[in-house]
């Protein structure tokens, strides 16, 4: 249990199972508790690390994409940071296994979860906390972002939004053109590792989807990278491979839910790295090739990502972390 006298509350109110009557409960929740709140619109208004730190807890209740968002203007800071799932996917509350009852999570936050720091990932500039998706699945994020903010209809049942993602995915990745992608390991976790600008390499891969993953869980409730943690100082990196097609993508990653033993130390397959360079094969089409953190559009190619340690105070389950 740790000590809170006030706590900031970050949140996202177009996040997929965000609603007023839940804001209002999680408000009423620490009244009863006698401890005081801060509610912060982060549509409305920035995240400045001077004002985190007049609290002793920040909750952030949204989704992986508002999780990312405070842990970037959050990064190195001290505060503990606890996540109250009402994203549609979540994919840090199922590594944690935060409850998806509001009453639950809250007291098991309060009372259960111990603050610890973890490890990030960083692509280019940014940092995050559950993966980076280079190729098909970032360009079905990019486009599914354009499709919600063109869209005037939100759908409030989290089921039905789940299913109404899947099918658009379906639709949308029809359009995809694959491209080949190479990734360079720079620091494999072994001495004498070095920059990828002007070095030798040490290691090379190609592939035509690429998924660099700091937690176990990928796309929902689904362990694609069963061995993997925050805690750990490498990512667990899966390639896709001879695969030109939605269809060939997704029956490649299934063999990771079905048949990971298997494959698991099939350097075609998989394969750990602390720090790694990612361009297409042909640097004319970088700028083609997107990228996404967390479930958010990041940007294109080249994308350099590695491993930061200790880079910020989650509070997290013991269960699941310790």
Do not use: W
Request: hydrophobic residues 40%; charged residues 25%.
């Amino acid at each position: 249990m740790i000590f809170l006298k006030k706590v900031l509350i970050i949140y996202n109110p177009k996040s997929g199972r965000f609603s007023e009557d839940k804001l209002s409960y999680i408000l009423n929740f620490f009244k009863s508790k006698n401890i005081l709140t801060y509610p912060l619109n982060m549509i409305e208004r920035p995240i400045k690390k001077n004002l985190a730190n007049f609290f002793d807890m920040v909750l952030v209740a949204g989704g992986d994409g508002s999780l990312n968002y405070v842990i970037n203007n959050l990064v190195f800071s001290d505060i503990p940071i606890a996540h109250l799932p009402t994203g549609t996917v979540n994919l840090f509350a199922l590594e944690n296994k935060t409850p998806y009852s509001l009453g639950e999570a809250l007291n098991e936050i309060i009372y259960k979860y111990k603050p610890v720091k973890i490890n990030l990932g960083k692509a280019n500039e940014q940092y995050f906390i559950a993966m980076v998706g280079i190729g098909l699945d970032a360009f079905i994020v990019k486009s599914m972002e354009e499709k919600i903010r063109k869209s005037k209809k939100r759908i409030y049942n989290n089921s039905i939004k789940y299913l109404n993602y899947i099918c658009n995915i379906i639709k949308i990745s029809g359009n995809y053109k694959f491209y080949d992608l190479s990734l360079n390991v720079i620091d494999s976790g072994n001495t004498g590792d070095s920059n990828a600008h002007g070095f030798e390499r040490r290691e090379l891969h190609y592939a035509k989807e690429i998924i660099v993953s700091n937690i176990r869980y990928y796309g929902g409730p689904f362990k694609v990278f069963p061995k993997n943690s925050p805690l750990d100082d490498k990512f667990d990196i899966r390639l896709v491979k001879d695969v030109n097609n939605r269809i060939q993508t997704i029956f490649s990653i299934l063999k990771s839910l079905t048949l990971y033993k298997k494959y698991e130390d099939n350097p075609d397959f998989y394969i750990k790295a602390g720090k790694i360079y990612i361009s297409s094969l042909d640097p004319a089409q970088n700028e083609k090739i997107y990228y996404q953190c967390d479930g958010e559009f990041a940007g294109t190619l080249p994308v350099e990502i590695e491993k930061v340690n200790n880079a910020v105070t989650m509070l997290v389950n013991p269960a699941s972390f310790l």
